[in-house]
């Protein structure tokens, strides 16, 4: 081992005297590493998993890519397109596609005995991906889709159901402005909840063979396909493997197709989740300035507390670098024990969250009813390596004080 690594031991370990206000003053700093450390951690798994469960509910309302008429517009008053299972298949088969499913939107308005209240009838067959409804379903149970005859059974949100004072099982008119005025009853066979209030006080889902019949529709009409992808990161890729499927398409009544991804069509959500990145990008940085500054405070007072040994050093002969190397290793050391135990409280904390929820959120300011957390392993290591990085590069600095003190000075000093 070489010498300097020794010494550094040594000194960590108590073997060298000297430590009169080192000791405690690396304490704190210890402290600040632990603290700093568990406050990233749990930022990045907090911003990540609220970006996540955002997105997925977002996603789930319209999917990640929708392949749609030329000219559709958000009216949801779509003109229809040609189910083509040529293309239905093609698209179901590139590799990161999970399902491709139809729909149809339809708007219209609720109304019960006392309220009314503007509303989207979303159409969805038997090859509609219900995982997402099934999550976020709080009461009864979904219409049945694969039915030979379309059942008239919807769901509605819990925002919807509080506006209009309707039940679980209740039956309720929804009206239809076309050249005439259509009415229709359904029976309410499930209520459902995902804390986005704009989007759930919007969607009622039914089986899309009500909207064919609606729009007197061929059974072979739909307002397009929805696409589900088993990566988002994959999205913009696979938007434009879509895309260049569709170009080419031409029905046999001229409609031609678009494919837009989740992004395209709501941008705003979009905008607002992709800050988070920017927040939690600052709070990593402030973080690591605090804790830089606490590890430049210790080592200046480890370095002035040993006076004695850096003058006896150079005395018999060594040279300022291997002198540097004392401190930059045990700084390093110090830090490493920090992250350590940072790592352990921080992802500890983490886990108890995401197993047991024990911080609650109002849903109503923050769309989750709790605080929700999200795991990745590359960036715990990737925050690891910055901060050691980062620690390191600043002791640089106040580590060059050890090569100032002369040695006859620093002998007499007390």
Known sequence: MKPEYFIAGKIQSGGVSGRKLAGPVLKVAVGGIILGMVVMILSIAIGTGFKREIREKIVGF?????????DFNLSYEANPIRFNQELYTAIK?????????????????????????????????????????????????LPDFAGESPANEIIISATLANILNLQLGQDVFMYFFQEQIRARRYTIVGIYDSNLPDLDKMFVVADLRHIQRLNNWDADQIAGYEVLLNDFDKLDELWYEIYDLTASYISPEGAMLRAQSIRQTQPQIFSWLDLLDMNIAVIIVLILLVAGFNMITGLLILILERTNM??????????????????????????????????????????????????????????????????????????????????????????????RITPVKAIHFD
């Open 62 to 70: 319209g999917s990640h890519i929708q392949v749609v008429n030329y």
């Open 93 to 141: 088969e590139l590799d990161g596609v999970k399902n491709v499913q139809r729909f149809a939107v339809k708007p219209g308005l609720l109304k019960s005995e006392e309220e009314m209240q503007g509303a989207v009838l979303k159409g969805i067959g038997d090859d509609y991906d219900t995982d997402f409804l099934e999550s976020i379903l709080q009461l009864g149970e």
């Open 310 to 403: 850096i003058g006896i050093l150079k005395a018999i002969g060594m040279s300022d670098w291997p002198l540097r190397k004392i401190f930059l290793s045990l700084a390093v050391r110090i830090a490493i024990r920090g992250l350590v135990w940072g790592n352990l409280v921080g992802i500890g904390l983490a886990m108890i969250q995401m197993r047991f929820g024990l911080v609650s959120l109002d849903p109503a300011s923050y769309f989750l009813d709790t605080v929700p957390i999200h795991i990745d392993l590359s960036h715990i290591l990737l925050l690891n390596a910055g901060a050691i990085l980062a620690i390191f590069l600043m002791m640089i600095g106040p580590s060059y004080v050890a090569t």
